[in-house]
């Protein structure tokens, strides 16, 4: 089979055999955002000599924007409740082959606001088999920080954080970045312990940010360091507030899943926080398309024709 | 006199007659970005008619990348350290006249990290002798809100929150823009109560700012009204953190400096969360270069000549 990880700006491909193993990867900037009016085109060029039957597809190519949209399921959801969800497309230009898109999921009870995931909850699939006994919270940081609460084995909780994306733009478009190299270079760890220890005293967000500033301008912090000083303040904000703190009770650990970068800055900074964390890597998502195809036609009396 | 407030990216001239009353007003864009290497044929052409010997500009038109950088006075300081900070310049063209700058202000002891003020400490000049007796907490709302904090006249702390450019760039780059309509529109003060009463759940500012677009998305929130939730938001995450709830004891009222618009949102706010306001002027500026220059002559035994 062909487990396509189709992102608003990036597209990842995988071809499995049999038992889930991947054979050949693929990566392009091919994202939503990219391939509107023109998925199919995308995806023929992207599988390009891949002759296999079945492609199932995952990520906001599933969301509206996207190719076809799939309503959300609502949490809870484990396995059964994601390969049920699956919804086979027809389009042009792909006979003898079964398409299929996943649907995101949504979470309506925790809080006051809706959350939601599109692509995250496929990855999820792939550890939520190891994760079928007790209470677990898991983080995949990024643009949007996903924070989610799994109970024997199914998606309990959304919690999302606008941490990655705040900080891009803080960096290219606010009175912050124009202090601060136009590349981001070497991270500096000191710096960011600095802005993660920053996080936890009084003031609030909004006064920390344009302390960013000043640190600068008083060369607390060399303006080399202030993109590394502002990641650890923003992440020091995002974990703070998060179920890793508030959960009652505490979790033991968090699960990472993410880019080495990134969880290599999540892990610390939880660490020094006292919380354990397991790391996960990122192209889960592969091994969670797998596990739902094999939970869908092993379930289905009559597996669906192609 | 002639009264100048030389600002980021406005500029305010206001000529003043010898009680300080303002005879006359003009204003232009050519904030200290759009003036630099031409700071003194700009000041020409915005006092053009005007022959009034004494010029008195405050503002970041004293910063740094300003016309001359005048070095921050430390606070705690008032009226007499303010009038004693006023450095005179010498630029060519103004033969027969005195200009002087105001210094800013900078806080290195109420935090762990400085903050600082240039041109709000002549607006405060303006209030402070109403302020003489007790302590006192000022809001002046804008691109970087300034929360002082004033006893027996004088400034003693400055906390700086970065709401305003937040909202900006929010609005203009990020994800959650994409929902709204180009322009802010009319203020929804259904949705911006919604927004404030958001900010006080769990969960944090960068969940709460992607639950922005969930609010959006899944319709709790017209997409014309989402500005308006997001002003609420981001206000009701600065009043929170600010000194109007961690200062003890907790201030009776709040004096807000600032124009009508943003005046109404804060008042409102403040109210709403049960703390007094009490609302003054945006034009302050005027009043307080004049109450400077007139202390700095009554206390010198010979007046600087012109």
Redesign the interface.
């Known amino acids: 089979m062909i487990a396509v990880d189709w992102g608003t700006s990036s597209l990842r491909l995988y071809r499995l055999d049999v038992a889930g193993m991947v054979l050949e990867r693929r990566r392009s900037d091919d994202g939503v955002l990219a391939s509107v009016g023109r998925f199919g085109e995308v995806l023929a060029r992207g599988i390009d000599g891949w002759d296999d039957a079945v492609i199932i597809l995952c990520g906001m190519v599933g969301g509206?924007g996207g190719w076809q949209e799939v309503p959300y399921l609502d949490c809870p959801a484990g396995i059964a409740e994601l390969a049920d969800g699956m919804q086979r497309i027809h389009p042009p230009g792909f006979d003898g082959r079964a398409l299929w898109l996943m649907p995101g999921l949504r979470d309506l009870m925790s809080?006051?606001?809706?959350?939601?995931m599109r692509g995250e909850e496929t990855q999820l699939a792939a550890l939520l088999g190891n994760l079928a006994v007790g209470s677990h919270l898991v983080c995949l940081p990024g643009t949007?920080?996903k924070w989610v609460g799994v109970r024997d084995g199914r998606i309990q909780r959304i919690?999302?954080?606008?941490?990655g994306?705040?900080y891009a733009?803080?960096r290219?478009?606010?009175?912050l970045g124009r202090l601060m190299p136009v590349e981001d270079g070497r991270f500096d760890a000191f710096a960011f312990d600095t802005g993660l220890r920053?996080s936890e005293?009084?003031?609030?967000?909004?006064?920390?940010?344009?302390?960013v500033r000043?640190?600068g301008?008083?060369q607390?912090v060399a303006e080399a360091a202030l993109p590394s000083y502002l990641s650890g303040l923003?992440i020091g904000?995002?974990l703070?507030?998060?179920g890793a703190f508030?959960q009652k009770p505490r979790p033991a650990q968090v699960h990472l899943v993410g880019n080495d970068r990134l969880l290599a800055s999540y892990a610390h900074a939880l660490t020094s926080l006292g919380i354990g964390v397991q790391r996960h890597p990122e192209d889960l998502a592969a091994h969670g398309l797998y596990a739902l195809w094999s939970r869908r036609t092993a379930t289905r009396s009559i597996p669906e024709s192609v």
């Open positions: 509206r809080d006051s606001v809706p959350d939601v949007h920080s919690a999302t954080a606008m941490t994306e705040l733009v803080l290219q478009h606010s009175i920053r005293q009084a003031g609030g967000m909004l006064h920390h940010l344009f302390g000043t640190a301008l008083f607390q923003l904000h995002e703070r507030a998060s508030s």
